[in-house]
């Protein structure tokens, strides 16, 4: 299997008032290319921290980060803004949508900053917001709907430039449960059409959703749960809830 992401020894530390917090404290980990992995843990284990060194967001205190066969933690701020653009697509809790473009605006523009033409990325996003049910609200600026149909908006935007991961921080955490289904019934369809996903969650119904669990404490991986092809949520989050008793 060819691997989209690999880091060996990342280690994270960061300074509070003067004293040094270990946040992480050697991980190696491979993801693989077409994969859906979730990573959980309780608060304050480490799992965000992975996952904006993953995407760039912060630096490692020590550790290399690999993005499809290319050594990716030393570059330049202004070399990772490029590579984002065009490689790695964010989700996260808060949905970070700009609130005076309006839905088809805010999908279009990643799409804009990476290189598309205006007429690739108008095509693209009507692609995207028919796909994931929201092309209705195309001319809405996102203060005038649902949080359900913002995070739908928020992972077009991210998925826009095909990237070759998309990284998902607690992308359910503002949602009702009706609405963190849905979203969660659209991240397994676009795992299930060849998308790389990396979720983190503290939540086992939603980390139920991928095909591997990375379970997170103290910094460190503590252990990985292969999920079954039975995907009944309640059976598969009972088993994940009992791992991390």
């Known amino acids: 299997m060819k691997h989209v992401l ?3 020894g990342l280690e994270k530390t ?11 404290r050697g991980v190696d980990l491979a993801i693989g290319e077409g994969e859906f992995v979730s990573v959980m843990g309780p608060s304050g284990c480490g799992k965000s921290t992975l996952l904006h060194l993953l995407g760039g967001l912060d630096r490692p205190s020590q550790g290399e980060v690999h993005l499809d ?10 070399a990772w803004a490029i590579l984002r653009r065009r490689q790695v697509g964010f989700v996260f809790q808060f949905f970070n949508l700009i609130a005076n473009l309006t839905v088809a ?8 900053l990476a290189g598309q033409s205006p007429r690739e990325a108008r095509a693209r996003r009507r692609e995207l917001l028919a796909d994931l049910g929201i092309e209705e609200v195309a001319g809405s600026v996102p203060s005038r709907i649902s949080g359900g149909q913002q995070q739908r908006v928020a992972l077009a935007r991210a998925l826009v ?14 949602l009702d449960s009706e609405s963190t289904r849905e979203v969660l019934g659209l991240l397994r369809g676009h795992h ?9 969650t503290h939540d086992a119904r939603v ?4 095909d591997r669990v990375i379970h997170m404490r103290d910094g460190l991986i503590s252990e990985e749960t292969k999920l079954s ?17």
């Open 229 to 245: 092809g039975d995907r009944d949520p309640a059976a598969l989050a009972s088993q994940l809830v009992r791992l991390e008793v």
């Open 207 to 210: 980390a139920s959703a991928a």
């Open 192 to 200: 299930e059409s060849g998308q790389t996903i990396v979720l983190v």
């Open 6 to 8: 690999v880091t060996t």
């Open 105 to 112: 605006d805010n999908v279009e523009l990643p799409g804009l």
């Open 69 to 78: 066969g290319r050594r990716v933690d030393q570059l330049s701020e202004a």
């Open 161 to 174: 430039n095909h990237p070759a991961v998309l990284l998902a921080d607690e992308p359910t955490g503002n």
């Open 14 to 24: 960061y300074d509070t008032d003067g004293v040094p917090v270990a946040a992480l």
